[in-house]
């Protein structure tokens, strides 16, 4: 018996040595991170063990003692942060078995220091928090000031950050900086678009739960965007989903897994009191109001129909799950998980420019449909004002908005650039800020008190087009086409002199009609659309906020804006006789016609050319002058053509005398390339018909290297089943250098 009691008292001997020599044990220093916002700077050590420390400040330092501990490294450790709130940190040891953390800090800052447990992948650790309270009181009284403007605000929250980097890619894709980048690309649109919008934060660093939802209610948010990207242990879970609060619970278990995950972040980021917003769930969901909820849904739906055109959805309603970062009682807020960050290639997704490009438009459109600007007379059209200097001229005032340009100002006023900047006193095109107040000239004098001006001329230059032309100078496509004789819109030239309308329409001529709306179909682009309705690319953009012509999807609701309709009837036109043009080295057809405002086919026939590669240096060329006016002719039906290989839309237009958008209109055909041989093409029957040509022999071509017979037919206005049949080739890639083909006449 006493030889039990003394091997049970060695035994309690030794487990008591055992305690107190882990006790004793020194904690190791494994590493030191720093992350800076624009309000305070955060030092994190990370340790083997749970610490303990003092804390003293004096002469612009701050030493943090840890009893009983190590560094990892001999040697002290110098941290030059040159920050506002730290310039430098210094660790090392001190003989007593202590390591000092020393911080050379400014005047201003508040030091908060507080120890975190070892959660998920995290160790012990010890923070450091440097406050600069004057700044975030700045920051504060700031947002009060946007707040008090009553303006659209939208806020947008990169979810996690600094010590929390969120979910990890297999390609180490973090969501902290994804999310970041897709809420910098959707706050610019949505600037540009005119909503006051902020980020909670600008760079990595960290931020509470309760501070993100507190910048939010400072702004005055109308909406809380918080963006970020799922993971799943199944590598297969793909798609889009988006998150409302609950007051009752999770959706799904799913929503309530990933809630609780989000939830963490406050405890895996850092936050002292480790338990989120520090609000009780009951006073916070009491305070919740059933109006504010059901808004969040109804935008929810309609960011998921914004989101599922770039991106396969999870769930195709709204989850609703106990987020803290959503517990806004009178904003209205969504959680956004843009993509599976864990599935391959939703990270590939993730990673790439166009892919966060595409997430943020989407949730852009979405915000736009739930949230539209309206601007009070005072931020855009004012009442027409008559200055006392002048009683003849009458001026409207106008406010810059976000996004506006002088080019786009001056096209949707009808007036120009130049007397935009002369009125205003503008040295530069580009020197106008948001705010601003134009001058915009109104309506004219009437007719009958004002003498005709004459047309001025404008010199064309590398890039133009018809459709800015006249945008710029405040007339229409049509007009500047019929007062300079042309006959298709693509056929100008640079130096080309046009010639522009003096005097812009009087409001008392034309009559405004309301913009109508097109429905964007698969295939569709903005140029299509813009020519389609005779509108020009820029005033489409400008009518629908657009920042990129690209970045247009099926579904979408574009406004056409209505065309300012003349009630003055036209005047006809009186013949004129041709000009003569003398052939130089290195003409051709097209830029012949092209020069001079007419067609190829024209020049052939007033001509009697027989192929359009038929000219030779030192031909006179008869050129068409002003288009001559014709008695007007009943419409005739559309004829037909049967396509043939190797034809393009572009030689069937020219061939019959029509244009491409024409002949896509008549055939209800969406992309120019999307033609197939023998398909039948319905001709638009108003078409110049042509007396048949006797034939001629057939001309000869050299095969030059690189050469094929696609090319070659397409150059001589000729189809490769015609060369093959004329030079018996029986397969296409059957020709050789320096091969000698017959090329039929045209």
């Not at 897994?257 to 009780?280: K, P, R, T, V």
């Not at 029957?685 to 037919?713: M, Q």
Request: one cysteine or more; charged letters at 25%.
């Amino acid at each position: 018996m006493r030889r039990a009691y003394r091997t049970l008292f060695l035994f309690i001997l030794l487990v008591l040595c055992l305690l107190c020599s882990e006790a004793l044990a020194s904690v190791n220093i494994l590493n030191v991170r720093h992350w800076t916002a624009p309000d305070h700077t955060r030092v994190v050590l990370d340790l083997t063990g749970e610490p303990s420390f003092n804390v003293v400040k004096e002469d612009g330092k701050v030493y943090v003692d840890l009893p009983n501990s190590t560094l990892a490294d001999e040697g002290p450790h110098i941290y030059e942060i040159k920050k506002p709130a730290v310039e430098k940190i210094i660790l090392f040891s001190l003989p007593d078995g202590r390591t000092r953390v020393e911080l050379h800090v400014a005047d201003n800052v508040e030091i908060n220091v507080f120890k975190l447990g070892a959660i998920l992948n995290k160790p012990h650790r010890v923070v450091i928090d440097m406050l600069m309270t004057d700044v975030e009181k700045e920051e504060s009284k700031e947002r009060e000031k946007v707040k008090a403007l009553k303006k659209k605000v939208v806020v947008i929250d990169p979810g996690h950050g600094g010590e929390d980097p969120g979910a990890i890619g297999r390609r180490g894709t973090r969501e902290k900086t994804v999310a970041l980048r897709i809420a910098k690309k959707l706050q610019k649109i949505l600037q540009a678009r005119g909503y006051e919008t902020f980020l909670t934060r600008k760079s990595d660093y960290f931020i509470s739960l309760k501070e993100r939802g507190r910048i939010a209610r400072e702004y005055g948010a109308d909406i809380f965007l918080s963006i970020h990207a799922d993971a799943c242990r199944n590598r297969g879970a793909r798609g889009s989903s988006v998150y409302c609060l609950s007051a009752r619970g999770a959706s799904s278990e799913a929503a309530k897994i990933l809630a609780n995950s989000e939830n963490l972040s406050d405890i895996i980021g850092g936050s002292e009191n480790g338990n989120g917003n520090g609000d009780s769930d009951s006073i916070a969901l009491d305070m919740l109001q059933t109006e504010t909820l059901n808004r969040s849904k109804s935008f929810g739906a309609i960011a998921l129909d914004k989101i599922k055109r770039v991106n396969h959805l999870r769930s195709s309603r709204v989850q609703e799950a106990p987020f803290r970062v959503l517990k806004l009682p009178d904003v209205t807020s969504l959680l956004i998980e843009t993509a599976y960050i864990s599935n391959p290639r939703e990270e590939l997704m993730l990673r790439s420019s166009s892919g966060q490009t595409d997430l943020a438009w989407a949730i852009a459109y979405a915000v736009d449909e739930f949230l539209p600007l309206s601007y009070p007379p005072e931020e855009g059209w004012c009442k027409s004002v008559i200055t006392p200097e002048s009683a003849s001229v009458e001026y409207a005032s106008y406010g810059v908005r976000r996004g506006d340009t002088l080019d786009g100002i001056a096209s949707r006023h009808g007036t120009t650039v130049p007397d935009l900047m002369d009125i205003n006193g503008i040295k530069a095109k580009n020197k106008i800020y948001v705010g601003q107040r134009l001058k915009v000239p109104g309506v004219s004098l009437p007719a009958d008190r004002q003498p005709p001006a004459k047309p001025s001329v404008y010199v064309v230059k590398r890039g133009d087009n018809l459709d800015q032309i006249a945008g710029r100078y405040g007339t229409t496509v049509q007009t500047l086409m019929d007062i300079n004789g042309l006959k298709s819109r693509n056929r100008i030239y640079v130096g080309q002199r046009l010639k522009i309308p003096g005097v812009s329409l009087s409001s008392k001529t034309r009559t405004p009609v309301k913009p109508s709306v097109y429905v964007v179909k698969r295939g569709d682009s903005l140029e299509e659309i813009a020519s389609r309705h005779g509108k020009t690319v820029q005033t489409l953009m400008d009518a629908n906020g657009l920042k990129s012509k690209n970045r247009i999807y099926v579904g979408q609701r574009m406004k056409i804006p209505g065309a300012y309709v003349s009630k003055s009837p036209k005047s006809p036109k009186s013949p004129a006789k041709p000009s003569v043009y003398v052939v130089k080295r290195g003409d051709n057809l097209e830029e012949i016609a092209d020069r001079h405002g007419t067609t190829v086919p024209d020049l052939m026939d007033i001509n009697g050319i027989k192929a359009k590669n038929r000219i030779y240096v030192g031909q006179r060329l008869k050129i068409p002058g002003d288009s001559v006016s014709k008695a007007p002719t009943p419409p005739a039906k559309p004829s037909v053509y049967v396509v043939k290989r190797g034809d393009n839309l572009e030689e069937i237009a020219d061939r019959h005398g029509t244009t491409v958008p024409d002949l896509m209109d008549i055939n209800g055909i969406k992309a120019k390339n999307r033609i197939y041989v023998g398909q039948r093409l319905k001709i638009p029957g108003d078409s110049v018909s042509k007396a048949p040509t006797p034939p001629a022999k057939p001309s000869v071509y050299v095969v030059k290297r690189g050469d094929n017979l696609d090319e070659i037919a397409s150059r001589h206005g000729t189809t490769v089943q015609a060369l093959m049949k004329v030079n018996r080739i029986r397969s296409k890639n059957k020709i050789y250098v320096g091969q000698k083909l017959k090329i039929p006449c045209a």
